[in-house]
């Protein structure tokens, strides 16, 4: 039994934690000056990323309130409390501007309405789980969020050629994201005390949130297309394909980090994100000095 509480608890960051998390307030100018297809004019590859913002509002909602619900469960561990305080800050910020997306979004045609209270009926039925099954669904879609986000950071070409102001909106809240990548998982670790229990929960919850994600992002694609008279462009979808697993194909570069998951003794920080989020850091800085 020892042997599997060592194997299956947490392992020491690879690195050392980052255990700052900035407040920033940051905005971004969207209006309708913003192309419709402000991604090269790729009209479904645009979309991909329109769908995601359509689900952070309420999505990142949910994560505040499944780690804050065991805020009084931690309070004698007084860095983990700030952190906490800290992902709370960021995670209102991105639904703010994220709100702000879906305006323009709707001012488009969008169905952000109906899409939206397809989620509420998919939060309804995780209601159901217990507390600790719902953090591990966050920390499960945190790590998700944080691997895409890597990418973006790591590879200028997945924003190469888009609007200059949506590009800046989605490295900010990629870099957020992974600065505070590790919060949910670290208060999982400690409200759920078994290591083996711990584990088997957080895995089985990663592979149901990343079939649930896949399909609500292919179907909110499909929907805004629907909305764009685009769901026949052949072209679009093969391109869209081909964006995500090939060139700059993030989805198949993230795939093993989202394995790393799978590991006994796997802490967020172990993947190391340094050099990226360092530079990504500095371009943002120089936007939001004028605008603040």
């Not at 800290?86 to 952000?112: C, D, K, M, T, W």
Request: proline share 6%; with cysteine; aromatic share 14%.
């Amino acid at each position: 039994m020892s042997y599997l509480k060592r194997l299956f608890s947490r392992c020491p960051p690879a690195q050392p934690t980052n255990t700052t998390i900035p407040h920033r307030n940051v905005r971004f100018a969207l209006d309708a000056s913003i192309p419709r297809y402000w991604y090269r004019d790729w009209p479904l590859v645009t979309r991909f990323f329109d769908g995601l913002s359509i689900m952070f509002p309420l999505g990142e909602k949910l994560f505040i309130d499944s780690v804050v619900h065991f805020r009084a469960a931690i309070e004698t561990d007084a860095t983990l409390c700030r952190a906490v305080d800290e992902f709370v800050y960021q995670e209102a910020s991105h639904i703010r501007e994220h709100r702000l997306y879906n305006q323009l979004l709707a001012a488009q045609g969008a169905p952000i309405d109906e899409l939206e209270n397809l989620l509420r009926r998919r939060q309804e039925v995780g209601n159901r789980f217990t507390p600790a099954t719902r953090l591990a669904m966050t920390a499960s879609l945190e790590h998700f969020t944080a691997i895409l986000s890597d990418q973006l950071l790591r590879h200028p070409a997945v924003l190469e050629g888009a609007d200059p102001r949506m590009a800046m909106l989605w490295r900010w809240h990629a870099i957020e994201e992974t600065e505070h990548k590790a919060v949910a998982f670290d208060v999982l670790c400690a409200v759920v005390r078994n290591p083996l229990w711990r584990y088997l929960m957080r895995c089985g919850v990663m592979l149901t949130m990343t079939a649930y994600f896949a399909v609500d992002v292919m179907y909110f694609i499909y929907r805004l297309a629907g909305n764009d008279g685009q769901r026949r462009n052949w072209r679009g979808w093969l391109r869209l394909q081909w964006w995500l697993f090939i060139n700059p194909g993030p989805l198949t570069r993230a795939f093993p980090r989202w394995l790393f998951w799978f590991v006994p003794g796997f802490h967020p920080d172990r993947l190391d994100t340094t050099q990226a989020l360092d530079a990504a850091r500095q371009t943002l800085d120089e936007y939001a000095r004028p605008n603040q």
